[in-house]
């Protein structure tokens, strides 16, 4: 086993975290549970940066705008873009797209679809979930149906984040051919302007607009599927690149927790001793510094498995598990040191840390992204532990 | 970056495990603690052969010369096995200060005998352990408890502190137990082994009975218990990894729980996320200890979460399995019972996170 990075990743680090420290001010830095647009822009602007050194898709092969590295350095990237707390954009096209097709695109696909990710041109929004079935990718209401050489699309989808944002849309949908609830799934890659498609916005609690989506007679042609008909819940679920956006989210918490433990070091409220040597406070933040090594360490085993999959291939739902269960607990941990001030929102002028404590505490009741825990706790027992399948 | 076992630890598992199977049913467990002395010659004999008791000893002692992660791997199967025996207190705590603090010749008379299966040794630790020198020699008193395996030990080595106004620190002593003036009491405990209290009574020792130099001690033991704590953690690992497996079987195969329960599934789940969160952060401070990079942290976190993990694995087990796991009958009640001892060994959670913040 080896828990260290090479030199040559170490160096990457370094240099991306020097490029960022001095790229990224922090009245541009992304504020937990306050998405606003100028973020955004300023997230692509960054990407855009980051793409011009081959370092937005470092771990993908040079033809497609990457720079032939490892999933390590992808690893490292989305962990420095929490840690550096850089606002989110383009993370579906990078993490979900770009890997999906180059693991079962064709080659057509590839050379459409990759370099512009890569190069930052393209925003893509991830349509998974449809009313009352939820992220286990089972939809049964949005149908594809094969007509000559294309598919028509019928139905609807619903959190479908930053598609007003989006050019391409990555969509899950049924395939009639296998009726079966997990099998007849199909995965595509759909141009959002496509006639049929339309967008009502659905506002989320943190500022992000996601949308309903609903899909009239939306034709497109049979190029747009990924892979084979039926194995797109396979191809998401499998994804090794989940437990990078899994290192992603851990970072950007990491950072508020290690403010957090700074501003407990140096704030003495009642005039007296600082917040951190209070006895109770002290071994509530050495409880939560190692739920976060627990939680980092989960999150790179998952990354680390790809090219030797241990077989089960649920590493990565122990990792999402932990981490929506630990930011939750060091939110409330935070909140409760922090008495009423932890209610304060950003731009309030006696706001602790900018917020973010309290941004942190309403994000972790977004359970849906990856799956929320009870259906990761499913995969991990049926799927990892080989229990049975339960008839719901 | 990369969280796999080699082939080498993948081989050293299977045959550990496929020995273990053989040779340490739970029977033969069973009959261990009822004995009294919590240990199977027979058993001890067949894994020095194995290699097993010096497997991160240097060859020139006899050991095998393996990494820290070799022997992690090791322990986990010995956990998983409940085997009993001294095999953390001799041959991981007790052969480590030796090696870490003893003069070439005491590494020479202890270490080999010791890997062969021959020698057993013991630690006594505690506040009242006292040595204060005299001419030619020096006087060991006082006492300790918690002394894990002193019945069957060779030599007890005996962490002391001096008399007031003499030695400024730790100095570490080696007692024969047969020596006059060497009282032990058994301590009735859940443990699996006997545990005793053991009074030194102001007994004289030659100045060779210092384990390297008067005064000099701290580091070895410091080093050594670093060393076992995530041997201990390892251990753990195995021993809440065959939980896991009893009652993912158990739940799975119709019964009490027909054709599945979500919430027994989810409490499985939920034990295998703990299990291999604790699996990383053990391995992980292996791995520091065999680079010789700073590990104190990285072991603190260990074993921290090795306590959480041993509880999570109890209340697991006796709530899947109910009622029978309340018989002696059943073997669940032997890894809770372990898993106590376990927790306190070496550190408990609390211990561990104030460490950590200390660190």
Redo the contacts between chains.
Sequence with gaps: ??????PD?LQFKTELREFLIAEVPEDKQAVFGLATEAQYRFGREINLKLAARRWLAVGFPEEYGGDGKSL?EQGILAEELGYRLVPEAGTVGLNVVLPTIMAFGSSEQKETYLSPIAKSQVEYCQAFSEPNIGSDRAPSGLRAERDVGDYVLNGTQTFTGNAFHADYMFLLASTESHPEKNWGVSLFVIDTKTPGINLQPNPLINGEMSTHTSFDNVRLPGSCLIGVENRGREYTMTNPHNAISELGRYGAVRRVFDDFTDFCNDSAPDGGQPLAEHPLV??Q???R??GM??WK??S??G???EG?L?GNGT?VA?AC??GSQERLRFAEMAMEVLGPYATLRNGSHLVPLLGNIEGIHRETLNRQSSGTA?I???N???M????????? | ?????TSGQEILRTTAREFLSEECPTSLVRSAEESGDGHVAELWQNMARLGWLGIAMPERYGGAGRSL?DQAVLFEELGRALVPGPMITSSVLSAHIVLYGGTEQQKQNLLPGMIQGNLILTLARGERLETSSQSGGLILGGESSFVRHAGIANHIICATRPAIGAWPDTTLVLVDSQTDGVIMTAMESIANYPQYTVEFDDISLSNTAVLGEIAEGRVALEMAIQQATVVQCAETIGRCKKV?EMV?EY??SGGRFG??S?SV??R???L??AL??GR??T??A???LD?GSPASEAIA?AK??SGTLSRLATETGHSIFGAASFTVEHDMQLYSARAKIAEANLGDT?YH??Q??AG
């Design positions: 086993m080896d828990f260290d990075y090479s990743q390590i002290r071994h933040l050495a409880q510094r190692l090594e627990t360490l989960l790179w085993q990354v680390s498995i030797h241990s590493e122990w598990l932990f009870d990761q706790r499913d991990i027992a049926q990892g532990l080989g229990m049975p399948r339960l008839g719901y | 970056m990369n969280f796999s076992l992660t896991l993912v739940a799975s054709r599945g979500q599934q989810h499985c789940a939920d295998k996320m291999e969160g990383l952060l391995y992980q292996a791995s520091r680079q976190m921290a979460q609390e996170l104030d950590m913040i």
